[in-house]
């Protein structure tokens, strides 16, 4: 396994600037992290920290306001993701870079199979077959089977979270970022995840995760981040109302 | 140095806008001055002519839905009107690459044009009076765009039609009736049919969705995708409907008074949008 | 009270029937295409063959001779009134009913069952010249639709009729591609005649009078019906349902020509006779001198 990062964050920032409430909102600053393959990085800190805006900011839907995003690409180039054409980012993504969030958004006829399977259909694996490794991850993730054939539109939280990480899983992407990923999850799909993410590990996969619980911390990280709120944030969090 | 030497996949560029621009009148050298978002307006105050779009350029690739978002008026739908040879831009040029051939639309006589229009792009507009023939059946308005490219077997084209017609979802029992006895969801499924009747790499959308109800919106919307991931057709999707932006676009340009005010990843124009209209129109919209 | 006499031969003077040549010359230079003209007012109302007059004065000569027919028939009032109306005018020319002795043969509705020659000229009149009139309203559209040779939106007529009636519906006027571009409208002449069109020996000229176009099919042109490739194109079928043979011409028993149908008055039952009278005749005397 190489100790060459798949991922660089140097000196990363990010500060929102709302131009309704005529107000600049830091949320990162001067971030720096290295994310290995075959190793999880966990982002720990309090909220407000900036914990979400990084991830988001490395899978590009936060712009960054400066910093570089080093990414180490499968035949050993580097992008900077920071400044990266639009088209890159979306090739990156759908090959390369994984991210699961608390959040799902599925089109309404779409079958939870097929939307697990999509980032396979896309890399143009042969419909069947993806939908077997499919429904191999959703059984390996507790999802019943009757729900399989159905749109998760209708599903729980829980329900959802299985599916998205099942579809993030099931990539196997070269750089996953995770976010909450077991949040509403009971503690035997814990487990499963657990281990799915040590699969996930040994095939050589780059993790950065933000986790709920210290305990996951404990069981999945191989290096801990720790992010503080970027000066200034204080002020909005005091939430002195104009 | 960075991003050199990076193994993404070779993207097939499609289409290449650079600079295009519309003009409604005779136009004078202060129109781009003083029209704008940072002016409020598009109709310029010195001699009345109406910008309808700026300096819009932009790359769309394979396979990619580029969503172009704003409110009437922005000057969204010049774009397509423009590729689709509804109108002539005043200013700009546009590449289409296909086949191997690079195309610049805006230099091609009007035959050309046409047989690029015919089988090589498919448009879907918002009123389905534009796209369909409502005096010819429904698989009549697909044999039209068939026979357009030259297809002249009556079993054929039967075949061809009844084929896209299911594959749109319109019951083929009633590919004989015209579409004035349609619903409004099932009219632009035909739209759709006769779109795709072609093949073609280059799908044009105007607001397909807008006026039809929520359920049939989804549903045309869950096709739409379908489409774009089974034959890998390059859309333009052009929207007010934020919603449509989010479900189908990659990436997004965002339009007003006829200028791109942002354009980025769809996602991050929805979550970080950048211009104090863009963040107000997400604002409202969530 | 005037006479013939004060009119120039031809009744149309010699700068009118230039006009009308150079665009004859011009349609037969670009076969089937629309040449526009500046028809003249004629004394007799537009629509009743005022086009194709107008071509058959600017061309004919002295010592000619001329047919004029109407449905096949050299003795309708309108064959006869046109007929009179040429000889007025034109005091030296001779006319006929036979279509082997005619230079100049002017009609209505049918081409004649005998072939033509390369030394004969057919003058068609035409109500309609434009077929894509059906499809497209706006003239300006047309014209670039025919410039494209695009005829798509007619096949899709085409395409309807078979969806509707399991067959192409059109009797007369079929569209017909010339030269392998122009689609024209053949005037009102029945499926029948429109093979007759392809690789004719005789120059055919169409003449619109109240719609001010003349077009040409010139001698040896390809003339395509507009058809499907698994649609071949069918033309009239005589046949009797009954006795499955191809009805005959009651009058000289012909079993080739194009047929009118006639109710019987004293029976009420259908009788058929050929719709070109002069054929018939022909067929009916080289009946008796055998």
């Known amino acids: 396994m190489s100790d060459q990062p798949i991922l660089e964050v140097r000196d990363y920032s990010k500060t929102f600037v709302l131009h309704e409430q005529g107000k600049t909102l830091p949320s990162s600053s001067h971030v720096n992290l290295n994310v290995y393959p075959g190793r999880l990085t966990a982002l720990i800190g309090p909220t407000g920290a900036g914990k979400s805006t990084v991830l988001k900011g490395i899978y590009l839907t936060y712009l960054p306001s400066s910093g570089q995003l080093l990414y180490r690409t499968a035949n050993g180039g580097r992008v900077d993701l920071a400044t990266a054409d639009e088209h890159q980012i979306l090739a990156l993504r759908q090959r390369d870079i994984g991210f699961v969030t608390q959040f799902l958004h599925t089109l309404p006829r779409q079958s939870t199979e097929d939307v697990v399977a999509m980032p396979l259909f896309q890399r143009g694996v042969e419909r069947g077959t993806a939908r077997a490794q499919a429904r191999d991850i959703l059984q390996r993730l507790n999802l019943p089977e009757r729900l399989w054939g159905v749109s998760p539109a209708t599903f729980s939280g829980g329900e959802r979270q299985r599916v998205n990480l099942a579809r993030g899983l099931l990539a196997k992407p070269r750089l996953l970022l995770l976010d909450e990923p077991t949040a509403s999850l009971d503690p035997k799909t814990t487990d499963r995840v657990v281990e799915l993410i040590a699969e996930l590990k040994q095939g050589g996969t780059g993790l950065l995760a933000i986790f709920h619980s210290p305990a996951l911390v404990e069981r999945l990280a191989d290096a801990v981040v720790e992010l503080a709120p970027p000066p200034g944030t204080e002020h909005f969090f005091e939430g002195t109302t104009p | ?286 | 009270m005037s006479t013939a006499t004060d009119y120039p031969f031809g009744f149309l003077d010699s700068y009118a029937k230039k006009e009308v040549r150079r665009t004859v010359l011009k349609a037969i230079a670009i076969p089937g295409y629309q040449v526009p003209y500046s028809s003249r007012e004629m004394p007799m109302g537009r629509g009743f063959g005022t086009g194709g007059l107008q071509l058959t004065l600017s061309l004919i000569g002295e010592g000619e001779t001329l047919k004029v027919i109407d449905q096949g028939s050299d003795d309708s009032v309108n064959a006869v009134n046109l007929r009179h109306f040429i000889e007025l005018t034109c005091p030296s020319i001779n006319t006929t009913t036979r279509t082997q002795e005619a230079t100049l043969i002017q009609s209505r509705h049918r081409i004649p069952e005998q072939p033509l020659r390369e030394d004969q000229v057919l003058v068609l009149q035409v109500p309609y010249p434009d077929p894509l009139v059906i499809v497209e309203p706006s003239e300006t559209r047309r014209k670039v639709m025919h410039g494209e040779a695009d005829y798509s939106r007619l096949l899709v007529k085409l395409y309807e009729d078979l969806v509707h009636f399991k067959e192409i519906t059109i009797s007369h006027r079929y569209p017909t591609r010339i030269n392998g571009h122009y689609v024209i409208d053949p005037s009102p002449i029945p499926r029948y005649d429109v093979p007759k069109l392809h690789q004719s020996p005789a120059l055919l000229l169409f003449g619109a009078g109240r719609e001010k176009k003349v077009y040409a099919v010139p001698p040896y042109t390809l003339a395509e019906p507009l058809v499907f490739d698994d649609v071949p194109f069918r033309t009239e079928d005589f046949t009797d349902r009954v006795s499955g043979e191809r009805r005959a011409c009651q009058r000289c028993g012909s079993r080739d020509s194009f047929l009118d149908e006639f109710s019987d008055p004293n029976t009420g039952g259908k009788v058929y006779q050929c719709s070109d009278s002069d054929y018939c005749t022909q067929q009916q005397e080289q009946a008796h001198g055998e």
């Open chain 2, 1 to 286: 140095m960075v991003n050199d030497n990076i193994s993404t996949p070779t993207l097939d560029k499609v289409l290449e806008v650079r600079g295009l621009g519309k003009v409604y009148g005779n136009g004078c050298p202060h129109c781009f001055d003083l029209t704008g978002p940072e002016h409020d307006t598009n109709i310029c105050p010195r001699c009345g002519s109406v910008v309808a779009a700026h300096n819009l350029s932009f790359d769309l690739c394979r396979g990619e839905i580029l969503g172009i978002m704003g409110e009437s008026g922005s000057g969204k739908s010049t774009a397509v009107k423009a590729l689709y040879f509804d109108e002539a831009p005043t200013c700009g040029t546009a590449v289409f690459y296909d086949q191997g051939n690079a195309y610049d639309l805006y230099a091609l006589n009007a035959a050309q044009q046409r047989q690029l229009r015919n089988q090589r792009f498919g448009m879907v507009y918002q009123n389905p009076v534009l796209g369909l023939n409502f005096n010819v059946s429904a698989g009549g308005n697909i044999a039209e765009r068939l026979l357009m490219s030259n297809l002249s077997h009556y079993g054929e084209i039967r075949q061809r039609a009844t084929t896209l017609l299911r594959r749109t979802e319109v019951l083929t029992q009633r590919m004989d009736e015209l579409p004035k006895n349609f619903s409004g969801g099932m009219q632009q499924r035909v739209q759709i049919a006769k779109a795709l009747a072609t093949n073609p790499p280059l799908l044009l959308l105007d607001e397909v969705t807008t006026g039809l109800d929520l359920s049939v919106q989804a549903a045309i919307l869950d096709l739409i995708m379908e489409i774009q991931q089974e034959l890998g057709t390059a859309m333009i999707a052009v929207t007010h409907d934020l919603g449509v932006i989010r479900l189908l676009a990659g990436r997004t340009l965002v339009m007003k008074y006829g200028r791109v005010i942002e354009s980025g990843l769809t996602d991050q124009i929805l979550e970080d949008p950048q211009h104090a209209y863009t963040q107000r129109l997400v604002a409202s919209a969530l």
